[in-house]
């Protein structure tokens, strides 16, 4: 797994285009997942796959909108 905590905090635009493709085709060379935490919006199109927090909860991302699963109610969950 590659993990990169704010690999562009520090570049210029150009540099950090660079950065984020490199990060990307070493991925998807060598088949394995990334992990890429920023602040930089435009990182959104260099990766497959984005969750965005808001406040420390999930604010958007797969899954996010879906219904919640329905849970059977258990005599015990009912206070039974």
């Not at 984020?20 to 920023?38: A, K, M, N, Q, W």
């Not at 497959?48 to 005599?75: C, E, Y």
């Amino acid at each position: 797994m590659l993990l990169a905590d704010e690999p562009t905090g520090n570049l210029d635009s150009a540099r950090s285009r660079e950065i984020l493709g490199l990060l990307r085709d070493i991925c998807h060379e060598r088949s394995i997942p990334g992990l890429l935490v920023t602040h930089d919006l435009d990182a959104i199109k260099f990766v497959d796959r984005s969750v965005h927090l808001r406040d420390g909860a999930i604010a958007d991302g797969p899954g996010v909108n879906a219904p919640a699963p329905q849970r059977k109610a258990t005599s015990q969950a009912r206070g039974q």
